[in-house]
Nanobody, 123 residues
Framework: QVQLVESGGGLVQAGGSLRLSCAAS????????MGWFRQAPGKEREFVAA????????NRADSVKDRFTISRDNAKNTVYLQMSSLKPEDTAVYYC????????????????WGQGTQVTVSS
């Protein structure tokens, strides 16, 4: 089993920055990819970014590609989402997730989920 705990959310003004962290514990060696998803009120959960633990493969949604960066620290079993130039439409609960076997951007591929952290961007 793998446990994921997000942190770093909060309230920020438009144009500001935040860094989210996701600490993984348990059988982390059994995971392949770490991802970030978000869900705004009244909307479907959507993919934000993903990165493999091993190797350099990563991906970001088009809506955040120029503003968000995903990175990992294997020694700390932690994945980060650096968010810059935040917009009100980035307001959502951000979830960390992990796959067991493959790299992907689809929710159904992810086996483990954190509880989420709220990000609110004021205009």
């Amino acid at each position: 089993q793998v446990q994921l705990v997000e942190s770093g959310g909060g309230l920020v003004q438009a144009g500001g920055s935040l860094r989210l962290s996701c600490a993984a514990s348990g059988n982390t060696f059994s995971t392949n990819t770490m991802g970030w998803f978000r869900q705004a009120p009244g909307k479907e959960r959507e993919f934000v970014a993903a990165i493999r633990w091993n190797g350099g493969r990563s991906n970001r949604a088009d809506s955040v590609k120029d503003r968000f960066t995903i990175s990992r620290d294997n020694a700390k079993n932690t994945v980060y989402l650096q968010m810059s130039s935040l917009k009100p439409e980035d307001t959502a609960v951000y979830y960390c997730a992990a796959t067991r076997d493959i790299f992907g951007t689809t929710m159904s591929l992810y086996d483990y989920w954190g509880q989420g952290t709220q990000v609110t961007v004021s205009s």
